[in-house]
């Protein structure tokens, strides 16, 4: 019997233990893969450096990554250039200068030169060398021996002679752009955006310097296979030198290479040379350049950005994350467990689930995150080919369905719109060209109207995507865009507008729309509810319920007015993702809010949606996590059950105010309300309430438009309290 009651006892236990394991976010497995920029590597440890400027680790041959820039003592580093590692340090070079690790990147320091652009670096013997991209006629190799706290500039002599011979032997800068060891000493190849510069080699750790031959400067990559040297030009494929130390000219070897105009990364083990062409792929030669295959058998996106050997496997970053191969490129196969681009966009259609991505285009799964898969289509369009490292980026996504025919998808990237009527299988059109899309909507009353958001301006079409317009704002930028009736409201860099004119749902019309402001400061999200208008902002939430006239700040348990990237509804639960705070919830039209983050990881999150009872979140680098909403709303009912406690009137926000503010209060009990708003005069001006209401917590806003500046009161009344409180209209 004791023992029916233990085994009991340990059902219940567990079947708890389950559920609260269960009350909790979890993490899809995906989407996975970042724009990869460069490798480093340094024992059993392998990194990866990202073009969104996160720095991953894997110590297990990249079976996984775990972020280790998080502790970067800067937020604003958008591109990892370049990375060097030497036992526990680990050398960065940024967008914001060079940054240092000396324990596997756990923590870092700045080293320096923060108001440049450091394309390389590299660490040997105590010392870092830095390469500043060119600008203003500044840059060139520097270095620096206390760690970054002082920075020198390298130089190297050369003669300047004419027929009447040699006149003086003055210095020039050395553009160092890549760096391998060579013969006991430190090859460094002539530097992007550099003139006139060879390659250059030290015996004494840049001591001093030696200029010889090369095939000119930006040298993207340089690779050492026994005595030969081998480099990457960039427009101009590979060449070779079989002693570059000699007056050996080097001399391109391309033949087979059939992306030979862009070869951004070269590796060799002492065995087979490897080439990554940004857009060709990955080629091989075994005979030392005298002829090359393409070697991609696995390899799902062509856009090559970097090469390293570590472990004995060949490891290859491309535009939408890491592939390993372990027969030196022969096979590959992906390897970005860990590895998370930022979800900028998330949509259910049907029983898919699509999210956009920053630099890796678009992804689908059909079984609720357990599996995503790349849109190919999207893979392997660069948007500036043959100039930087970049992979397509799919901030807004919109979906409608055609009556009698089918669904209808839409995609907006930074290289304009295209639709799918097939679930993303296939794409077509390329509707507003050169366009960064950052926001779409279709109209819900008539699916063949949509409306864009772009880099420059509205478009819209009326003809299922297949012919956009411009529809005015071609000054702005517009981040967000919603349709309310027959209106179009955008939320833009500059504020919100709105606009009430057939023009905007006729292909044909070519005159002016008319958009009118209604708010000023920058916005980032809209969303549409009723009579409501719900705009998220770098300080929170603003609420209007007339049509954009008046906006009131509701932030109530918003803990430090999070910034507002997207918002979602349920029913009448209203969802808005933040960046630093998490996912809030209200219930009551935004008047108050709660944070549902419990086992939420990753608090930056761009993107929501609903999707079978769950709630989806993309977040900048933990990929999509998810959530029955059913707990969500739980916890909430549950919260707002144990309060209020007593009868309250809270101070009007924003006071002072123009010319809308909000008036919120706290019945513990079922009560027969009034609130009414009084001049300094006592005359009644306003009633905002005056009906019996049940308990809870109640927002009422009052619109002063009309009315005088001056100081106001407002009183709260019920059977047994009155309180009255001051207020101030300010114009």
Same mark, same amino acid.
């Given at each position: 019997?004791?023992?029916?009651?233990?085994?009991?006892?340990?059902?219940?236990?567990?079947?708890?233990?389950?559920?609260?394991?269960?009350?909790?976010?979890?993490?899809?497995?995906? @989407?996975?893969?970042?724009?990869?920029?460069?490798?480093?590597? #340094?024992?059993?440890?392998?990194?990866?450096?990202?073009?969104?400027?996160?720095?991953?680790?894997?110590?297990?041959?990249?079976?996984?990554?775990?972020?280790?820039?998080?502790?970067?003592?800067?937020?604003?580093?958008?591109?990892?250039?370049?990375?060097?590692?030497?036992?526990?340090?680990?050398?960065?070079?940024?967008?914001?200068?060079?940054?240092?690790?000396?324990?596997?990147?756990?923590?870092?320091?700045?080293?320096?030169?923060?108001?440049?652009?450091?394309?390389?670096?590299? =660490?040997?013997?105590?010392?870092?060398?830095?390469?500043?991209?060119?600008?203003?006629?500044?840059?060139?190799?520097?270095?620096?021996?206390?760690?970054?706290?002082?920075?020198?500039?390298?130089? %190297?002599?050369?003669?300047?002679?004419?027929?009447?011979?040699?006149?003086?032997?003055?210095?020039?800068?050395?553009?160092?752009?890549?760096?391998?060891?060579?013969?006991?000493?430190?090859?460094?190849?002539?530097?992007?955006?550099?003139?006139?510069?060879?390659?250059?080699?030290?015996?004494?750790?840049?001591?001093?310097?030696?200029?010889?031959?090369?095939?000119?400067?930006?040298?993207?990559?340089?690779?050492?296979?026994?005595?030969?040297?081998?480099?990457?030009?960039?427009?101009?494929? %590979?060449?070779?030198?079989?002693?570059?130390?000699?007056?050996?000219?080097?001399?391109?070897?391309?033949?087979?290479?059939?992306?030979?105009?862009?070869?951004?990364?070269?590796?060799?083990?002492?065995?087979?040379?490897?080439?990554?062409?940004?857009?060709?792929?990955?080629?091989?030669?075994?005979?030392?350049?005298?002829?090359?295959?393409?070697?991609?058998?696995?390899?799902?996106?062509?856009?090559?950005?970097?090469?390293?050997?570590?472990?004995?496997?060949?490891?290859? /970053?491309?535009?939408?994350?890491?592939?390993?191969?372990?027969?030196?490129?022969?096979?590959?196969?992906?390897?970005?467990?860990? =590895?998370?681009?930022?979800?900028?966009?998330?949509?259910?259609?049907?029983?898919?689930?699509?999210?956009?991505?920053?630099?890796?285009?678009?992804?689908?799964?059909?079984?609720?995150?357990?599996?995503?898969?790349?849109?190919?289509?999207?893979?392997?369009?660069?948007?500036?080919?043959?100039?930087?490292?970049?992979?397509?980026?799919? @901030?807004?996504?919109?979906?409608?369905?055609?009556?009698?025919?089918?669904?209808?998808?839409?995609?907006?990237?930074?290289? /304009?719109?295209?639709?799918?009527?097939?679930?993303?299988?296939?794409?077509?059109?390329?509707?507003?060209?050169?366009?960064?899309? #950052?926001?779409?909507?279709?109209?819900?009353?008539?699916?063949?109207?949509?409306?864009?958001?772009?880099?420059?301006?509205?478009?819209?079409?009326?003809?299922?995507?297949?012919?956009?317009?411009?529809?005015?704002?071609?000054?702005?930028? %517009?981040?967000?865009?919603?349709?309310?009736?027959?209106?179009?409201?955008?939320?833009?860099?500059?504020?919100?507008?709105?606009?009430?004119?057939?023009?905007?749902?006729?292909?044909?019309?070519?005159?002016? =729309?008319?958009?009118?402001?209604?708010?000023?400061?920058?916005?980032?999200?809209?969303?549409?509810?009723?009579?409501?208008?719900?705009?998220?902002? #770098?300080?929170?939430?603003?609420?209007?319920?007339?049509?954009?006239?008046?906006?009131?700040?509701?932030?109530?348990?918003?803990?430090?007015?999070?910034?507002?990237?997207?918002?979602?509804?349920?029913?009448?639960?209203?969802?808005?993702?933040?960046?630093?705070?998490?996912?809030?919830?209200?219930?009551?039209?935004?008047?108050?809010?709660?944070?549902?983050?419990?086992?939420?990881?990753?608090?930056?999150?761009?993107?929501?949606?609903? #999707?079978?009872?769950?709630?989806?979140? /993309?977040?900048?680098?933990?990929?999509?996590?998810?959530?029955?909403?059913?707990?969500?709303?739980?916890?909430?009912?549950?919260?707002?059950?144990?309060?209020?406690?007593?009868?309250?009137?809270?101070?009007?926000?924003?006071?002072?105010?123009?010319?809308?503010?909000? =008036?919120?209060?706290?019945?513990?009990?079922?009560?027969?309300?009034?609130?009414?708003?009084?001049?300094?005069?006592?005359?009644?001006?306003?009633?905002?309430?005056?009906?019996?209401?049940?308990?809870?917590?109640?927002?009422?806003?009052?619109?002063?438009?009309?009315?005088?500046?001056?100081?106001?009161?407002?009183?709260?009344?019920?059977?047994?309290?009155?309180?009255?409180?001051?207020?101030?209209?300010?114009?």
């Amino acid at each position: 019997m004791k023992n029916l009651v233990w085994i009991l006892v340990m059902m219940v236990f567990i079947f708890i233990s389950t559920n609260l394991l269960l009350s909790q976010w979890v993490q899809t497995n995906g @989407p996975t893969g970042a724009l990869i920029s460069c490798f480093a590597v #340094s024992g059993n440890n392998l990194y990866a450096g990202t073009y969104s400027g996160k720095i991953y680790l894997s110590t297990n041959n990249g079976m996984n990554w775990n972020i280790t820039s998080t502790a970067l003592p800067t937020n604003n580093i958008s591109h990892v250039y370049s990375l060097s590692a030497n036992a526990s340090t680990l050398v960065a070079g940024t967008d914001r200068g060079v940054f240092i690790s000396g324990n596997y990147g756990a923590t870092w320091i700045s080293a320096g030169l923060s108001q440049h652009d450091i394309r390389s670096v590299y =660490i040997r013997e105590g010392k870092l060398f830095a390469n500043i991209n060119l600008f203003n006629g500044q840059g060139g190799l520097y270095h620096s021996t206390d760690n970054g706290a002082s920075w020198t500039p390298d130089s %190297v002599a050369f003669a300047i002679g004419d027929s009447t011979g040699i006149h003086s032997i003055p210095h020039k800068s050395i553009f160092g752009s890549a760096f391998v060891e060579y013969r006991g000493g430190l090859l460094v190849g002539g530097g992007i955006s550099s003139v006139d510069n060879g390659t250059y080699f030290t015996t004494d750790n840049g001591g001093s310097w030696t200029e010889y031959v090369s095939p000119g400067s930006d040298i993207r990559s340089l690779a050492v296979q026994g005595s030969n040297v081998f480099a990457a030009r960039l427009f101009s494929g %590979v060449y070779l030198s079989q002693d570059p130390l000699n007056p050996d000219y080097f001399f391109p070897v391309n033949s087979g290479l059939t992306d030979s105009s862009d070869v951004r990364a070269l590796a060799s083990n002492g065995g087979p040379i490897l080439a990554g062409t940004y857009g060709g792929g990955i080629f091989r030669s075994d005979n030392c350049g005298a002829s090359w295959s393409a070697c991609n058998s696995g390899l799902t996106n062509l856009y090559v950005t970097a090469l390293i050997y570590s472990g004995g496997s060949l490891f290859a /970053g491309t535009n939408s994350g890491v592939f390993r191969s372990t027969n030196n490129g022969l096979s590959w196969t992906s390897a970005n467990s860990g =590895i998370f681009p930022p979800v900028t966009a998330l949509i259910q259609q049907e029983n898919y689930l699509f999210a956009g991505t920053q630099n890796c285009g678009a992804f689908v799964s059909t079984n609720n995150g357990y599996s995503w898969n790349t849109l190919s289509s999207f893979v392997n369009i660069p948007s500036f080919p043959g100039i930087e490292f970049h992979g397509i980026s799919v @901030p807004s996504l919109a979906w409608g369905s055609i009556s009698g025919v089918g669904s209808i998808l839409y995609a907006g990237t930074e290289a /304009g719109v295209f639709r799918s009527t097939n679930h993303g299988t296939n794409w077509d059109g390329n509707g507003i060209p050169g366009n960064y899309v #950052s926001a779409l909507v279709i109209d819900p009353s008539n699916i063949a109207e949509a409306f864009a958001g772009t880099s420059s301006g509205v478009y819209s079409t009326a003809d299922y995507g297949i012919n956009w317009s411009v529809r005015g704002l071609t000054d702005t930028k %517009v981040n967000a865009i919603s349709v309310k009736g027959q209106y179009v409201i955008v939320g833009t860099s500059k504020g919100i507008y709105f606009a009430n004119d057939p023009g905007l749902r006729d292909i044909g019309y070519t005159g002016y =729309i008319f958009w009118i402001p209604t708010w000023s400061d920058p916005v980032s999200a809209l969303y549409v509810s009723g009579n409501n208008i719900f705009q998220g902002t #770098s300080t929170g939430v603003y609420v209007s319920d007339d049509g954009g006239v008046g906006w009131i700040q509701r932030n109530s348990g918003l803990i430090n007015k999070e910034y507002v990237k997207a918002f979602t509804l349920r029913e009448n639960n209203l969802f808005a993702a933040t960046l630093g705070g998490g996912v809030f919830l209200s219930t009551n039209n935004g008047i108050t809010w709660n944070g549902v983050n419990t086992g939420l990881k990753e608090t930056d999150v761009s993107s929501l949606t609903v #999707s079978d009872n769950f709630l989806y979140v /993309g977040t900048n680098w933990g990929g999509v996590w998810r959530r029955p909403l059913s707990e969500m709303v739980t916890s909430v009912e549950k919260q707002h059950e144990k309060s209020p406690t007593k009868f309250e009137l809270d101070q009007n926000y924003p006071n002072p105010f123009n010319p809308a503010t909000n =008036i919120t209060f706290s019945l513990p009990l079922k009560s027969f309300v009034s609130l009414k708003i009084f001049d300094a005069l006592g005359r009644e001006m306003s009633t905002l309430v005056f009906e019996e209401l049940s308990a809870g917590v109640y927002s009422r806003a009052w619109n002063g438009k009309g009315f005088p500046s001056g100081i106001y009161f407002y009183r709260l009344e019920t059977g047994s309290f009155t309180k009255t409180k001051k207020l101030v209209l300010l114009r």
